[in-house]
């Protein structure tokens, strides 16, 4: 499995006790994950997270060049790699009691496939898989102390596709990264690495198809709860460039997609 991240703490990216320096921050967390079929089953190809901070009471304005969030990127490396399933479980049991919102589109499509590779693991329980698909399944009652769950199939604009809600909501995403989230990528992905294949490039290309839906996710959930924004007040602000939100952040991560060091 390839990890590609931003965060200082990886293994505990909302907070932990035993940092130096502690301030409560409102996490709002988006989440993405990518399939193929294995033949005998689906198999978990990648799967992201970001982690974009917003404020408790107000909405808070994205820009590309002021661009704010972490993240962290599992991809499979074999056509028999299960270890990102255990490493995105680990994540969701803390997102869903310290992130404030988890944003996520067709979350109970996601959650289906990945119950379905808890109960092939043969007794290894997944809890934090299992604690989620519950949350969403019952998003009016949320538990105390728990993440709203929100799901952007369902809570924006339910007849849109993540694409078409991007572009609704002024978010550009060129082709080049929406071609990465497409079903077909993920199993052309699978089937290079069951034939042994170069592994570099495949990799790379899941976890920027894994964050860029990921980062989506999170700006419409954003969008959807009135916590963040981008679309043009007073003349300063025009429609939002994936592509430049991704490369502010991760472009020493991607280099086949980033190829140049920004300007700045």
Same mark, same amino acid.
């Given at each position: 499995?390839?990890?590609?991240?931003?965060?200082?703490?990886?293994?505990?990216?909302?907070?932990?006790?035993?940092?130096?320096?502690?301030?409560?921050?409102?996490?709002?967390?988006?989440?993405?994950?990518?399939?193929?079929?294995?033949?005998?089953?689906?198999?978990?190809?990648?799967?992201?997270?970001?982690?974009?901070?917003?404020?408790?009471?107000?909405?808070?304005?994205? $820009?590309?060049?002021?661009?704010? +969030?972490?993240?962290?990127?599992? #991809?499979? =490396? /074999?056509?028999?790699?299960?270890?990102? &399933?255990?490493?995105?479980?680990?994540?969701?049991?803390?997102?869903?009691?310290?992130?404030?919102?988890?944003?996520?589109?067709?979350?109970?499509?996601?959650?289906?496939?990945?119950?379905?590779?808890?109960?092939?693991?043969?007794?290894?329980?997944?809890?934090?898989?299992?604690?989620?698909?519950?949350?969403?399944?019952?998003?009016?009652?949320?538990?105390?102390?728990?993440?709203?769950?929100?799901?952007?199939?369902?809570?924006?604009?339910?007849?849109?596709?993540?694409?078409?809600?991007?572009?609704?909501?002024?978010?550009?995403?060129?082709?080049?990264?929406?071609?990465?989230?497409?079903? $077909?990528?993920?199993?052309?992905? +699978?089937?290079?690495?069951?034939? #042994?294949? =170069? /592994?570099?490039?495949?990799?790379?290309? &899941?976890?920027?198809?894994?964050?860029?839906?990921?980062?989506?996710?999170?700006?419409?959930?954003?969008?959807?709860?009135?916590?963040?924004?981008?679309?043009?007040?007073?003349?300063?602000?025009?429609?939002?460039?994936?592509?430049?939100?991704?490369?502010?952040?991760?472009?020493?991560?991607?280099?086949?997609?980033?190829?140049?060091?920004?300007?700045?």
């Amino acid at each position: 499995m390839r990890v590609l991240t931003n965060l200082g703490w990886p293994d505990t990216p909302f907070g932990s006790t035993g940092r130096p320096v502690q301030r409560p921050v409102q996490w709002l967390t988006g989440v993405s994950c990518q399939w193929a079929d294995a033949g005998t089953g689906p198999m978990l190809m990648s799967a992201a997270a970001v982690l974009m901070p917003v404020h408790r009471t107000r909405s808070t304005p994205v $820009t590309s060049q002021l661009a704010h +969030y972490g993240f962290k990127v599992m #991809a499979a =490396e /074999t056509d028999q790699d299960r270890a990102l &399933l255990d490493m995105l479980d680990e994540f969701l049991i803390q997102a869903r009691r310290q992130a404030q919102i988890i944003a996520w589109h067709s979350a109970m499509d996601d959650l289906h496939g990945l119950r379905g590779l808890s109960r092939s693991c043969q007794g290894h329980r997944h809890p934090g898989i299992a604690a989620v698909s519950e949350a969403w399944e019952n998003r009016e009652h949320r538990a105390a102390g728990t993440a709203r769950c929100v799901d952007t199939a369902l809570d924006l604009d339910p007849t849109l596709g993540i694409a078409d809600a991007s572009a609704a909501h002024r978010l550009t995403v060129a082709d080049e990264l929406l071609v990465l989230q497409h079903p $077909t990528h993920a199993q052309l992905c +699978y089937d290079i690495l069951a034939e #042994a294949g =170069e /592994t570099a490039l495949v990799t790379e290309s &899941l976890a920027a198809g894994a964050l860029t839906q990921a980062l989506m996710s999170t700006l419409l959930g954003g969008k959807a709860t009135g916590r963040l924004h981008w679309e043009e007040r007073d003349g300063c602000e025009g429609p939002l460039n994936l592509h430049e939100l991704v490369g502010t952040v991760a472009w020493d991560q991607f280099p086949t997609l980033f190829t140049r060091t920004p300007s700045w």
